[in-house]
């Protein structure tokens, strides 16, 4: 009888699927998934409006993407991180920054290599590497300040070891993780001749005095790091997909080798109005940052008048929080308590971490704050009866 293929056997619906349908079902407000509520920037999208209506952009574009896609690409690493990237060899637009790290897993990671993955991880980093028949190495970040332990780290190395998974700003924590952090992750990696993908989706979503230091940028470690990134999160364009993956064209080639042969090329007229969108000027990242601090304040405020415990994040436009004080039992059972009863939307923390390492998130749920703040504040009011 037909069965399914043994590689997707332990994958289950995502939590993000599981509860979004919850949220719904109960009319919750949701500050689960890290969707914003509101639209992009109206020139952006004006942008990708004129590219379809022009009747230039409505076939397939280059597979690895339209010119002036990859040299706004490589124009914005060099504005902002002093990067020396070639658009023609070094970029490739994918169809989102998920494909891009599947894309980079697939060419540069054989059958039996280990993959180390800092967990809590964003969750199809896991099945990309089992899909690759790679092998995942798990280091924890730990609780209460999210970081790693440098021997643990180390001890994760082994001759197998092809690559590490690194993600910063980080996702669900809210850690930027500092330059000390990241000069012991590039030393290990380059004593053991290991290759970096690096995913810096939220770049521009950092707060206060956090600065995102990309790995690409530390001494020896441009030619053996993949940075991915794309417009979804800095351009509040999720919907479009359109991510882009740049290094050392020698890393490249295998990332490409791979990708047309995953999606082919990504979304044409989003193509055209993100090279737009990545040539704004600097205002409209400050005034970015600007919102999406406010909006993080104000979460900040509504959760811990509910009684939960918060770290404010450095980067990302989530926050963890601690319920142990308002609620008996794990996080699953609270972000199902939540929905059904206080009518507010979570994510459970666990899902993201490995089995071995699960219990160190038994009380920890992650909430987005990319929303209005009308919805930020109608959520703070239905948690306040939390404990009541």
Not at 251 to 256: D, E, F, S, T, Y
Request: net charge negative; hydrophobic share 40%; proline share 7%.
């Amino acid at each position: 009888m037909p069965t399914t293929a043994a590689r997707v056997s332990s994958f289950g619906t995502t939590i993000f699927s599981e509860i979004n349908d919850l949220a719904l079902q109960h009319r919750a407000i949701n500050l689960g998934q890290g969707r914003p509520d509101f639209d992009g920037p109206a020139d952006i999208i004006m942008a990708e409006v004129n590219a379809l209506n022009s009747g230039q952009h409505n076939q397939y574009p280059p597979g690895i993407g339209i010119r002036s896609m990859r040299q706004a690409v490589a124009a914005h690493a060099a504005r902002f991180y002093g990067l020396e990237v070639d658009p023609e060899a070094g970029v490739i637009i994918t169809a989102g920054a998920t494909e891009a790290i599947f894309s980079s897993i697939l060419g540069l990671v054989d059958p039996g290599d280990e993959v180390i993955v800092i967990e809590p991880y964003f969750d199809s980093y896991v099945p990309n590497i089992v899909m690759a028949n790679a092998v995942p190495v798990y280091v924890p970040l730990r609780p209460p300040d999210w970081t790693f332990d440098p021997d643990e780290l180390r001890r994760a190395f082994t001759p197998r070891t092809r690559a590490l998974l690194l993600n910063t700003p980080h996702n669900p924590t809210g850690r930027v993780f500092s330059r000390e952090e990241l000069l012991t992750i590039a030393a290990l990696c380059q004593q053991h001749d290991v290759t970096v993908i690096s995913d810096e989706v939220y770049e521009h979503l950092v707060f206060d005095d956090a600065r995102h230091i990309p790995m690409a940028t530390l001494p020896g470690m441009f030619e053996r790091t993949v940075t991915v990134s794309s417009l979804g999160k800095t351009f509040s364009v999720t919907g479009w997909k359109v991510g882009w993956v740049f290094g050392p064209s020698a890393l490249l080639a295998g990332v490409g080798r791979a990708h047309q042969f995953v999606t082919f090329c990504a979304h044409h007229p989003a193509q055209v109005a993100g090279a737009y969108a990545l040539n704004l000027p600097g205002t409209y990242y400050e005034e970015f940052q600007t919102m999406y601090a406010a909006k993080r304040d104000r979460l900040l405020r509504g959760l811990s008048a509910a009684g939960l415990k918060t770290r404010a994040p450095e980067g990302t436009y989530f926050v963890l929080a601690d319920f142990s004080e308002v609620f008996d039992g794990d996080d699953l059972a609270f972000t199902h308590h939540l929905i059904t009863e206080i009518g507010v939307a979570c994510i459970p923390t666990s899902p993201f971490f490995s089995p071995q390492h699960r219990s160190l998130a038994a009380t920890q749920v992650r909430f987005t704050f990319c929303k209005t703040d009308e919805m930020l504040e109608e959520a703070a009011s239905r948690l306040a009866r939390l404990g009541h």
